[in-house]
């Protein structure tokens, strides 16, 4: 959680009039623990064999804030755009990796 609000308050102060999209399969958890101070959507009706659409809709967008999964990185990794903000976790199995592998060199990793 804790990452979460420092990024989403990156976010914030970064960008003006913010709007938040959340993708999640866990709709619960989202609705129950992430609090953001604006504008929120939650995405979640492109499930199973329909979640490349997520990934495509990601693509599109200037910024990101991202989870600790492959899943989450190839949104920003199609759509790469050296002025957006991109905050990526320092956690998990990125940790015993070089960043490079994982985060290109303008991504904000807290």
């Known amino acids: 959680m804790e990452y ?4 989403t308050q990156i976010m914030i102060e970064r960008v ?4 938040f999209y959340v993708f ?9 623990s992430l609090q953001i101070d604006a504008i929120s959507h939650l995405v979640d ?9 997520d990934m ?3 693509s599109h967008y200037k910024q990101h804030i991202i989870a600790d999964s492959s899943f989450n990185r190839w949104g ?5 755009c050296p002025s957006s903000i ?5 956690a998990g199995f990125a940790s015993r990796l ?3 592998d994982l985060f290109h060199t303008h991504w904000e990793v807290i």
């Open 4 to 7: 979460y609000r420092k990024a």
């Open 16 to 19: 003006s009039s913010p709007q």
């Open 24 to 32: 999640s399969d866990n709709t619960l958890w989202v609705k129950e």
């Open 45 to 53: 009706n492109n499930r199973a064999a329909a979640s490349y659409i």
């Open 56 to 58: 495509q809709l990601k």
């Open 76 to 80: 920003p990794w199609m759509g790469d």
């Open 86 to 90: 991109v905050v990526a976790p320092d």
């Open 98 to 100: 070089s960043p490079g």
